[in-house]
């Protein structure tokens, strides 16, 4: 379990561009947070330190947003609106997961039962206005 604190966004994306130079590619990231905590500003952070130059923004609306060009290819979901399994199916999130990118899924809460063990949570907490406390965890860390 590593925790970070942030004063500010710039600084939440630093700590995620530091984060994904270890990515190899298969991994799951399943942010938990309030709206507002800061889960694409993390994701943008994982996406620069992935060597993507694009625009990264919210999936809200498009339910699943892809970014490639950079090392490995980001594939971020919004599951806020996901409530059964034949919802999740349709997203294509199973299908996604056997392509070696990395997805970064936010309101993961809603597919916890579809997650790997090998899932690497990250739960960001408002602290302050801009301030941030950033915890990343597995499974393996809670049975500790």
């Not at 594939?75 to 996604?96: A, K, N, P, V």
């Not at 899932?119 to 965890?137: L, M, N, V």
Request: hydrophobic share 35%.
């Amino acid at each position: 379990m590593d925790i970070f604190f942030s004063s500010d966004p710039s600084q939440t994306e630093q700590i995620a561009a530091d984060f994904a130079v270890g990515l190899k590619g298969g991994e799951v990231i399943a942010f938990r947070g309030d709206l507002g905590a800061g889960k694409t500003c993390f994701t943008r952070g994982i996406a620069k330190g992935l060597g993507f130059c694009g625009r990264v923004t919210s999936p809200t609306f498009a339910l699943i947003n892809e970014y490639t060009g950079g090392r490995l290819p980001i594939y971020h979901f919004d599951m806020y609106r996901i409530s059964s399994w034949d919802e999740l199916y349709s997203s294509g999130y199973f299908e996604y997961l056997e392509q070696g990118g990395v997805i970064v899924a936010e309101w993961s809460e809603n597919i916890e039962n579809a997650l790997p063990d090998s899932t690497i949570y990250i739960e960001i907490e408002k602290t302050g206005e801009y301030s941030r406390k950033i915890t990343i965890f597995t499974k393996k860390d809670l049975k500790k």
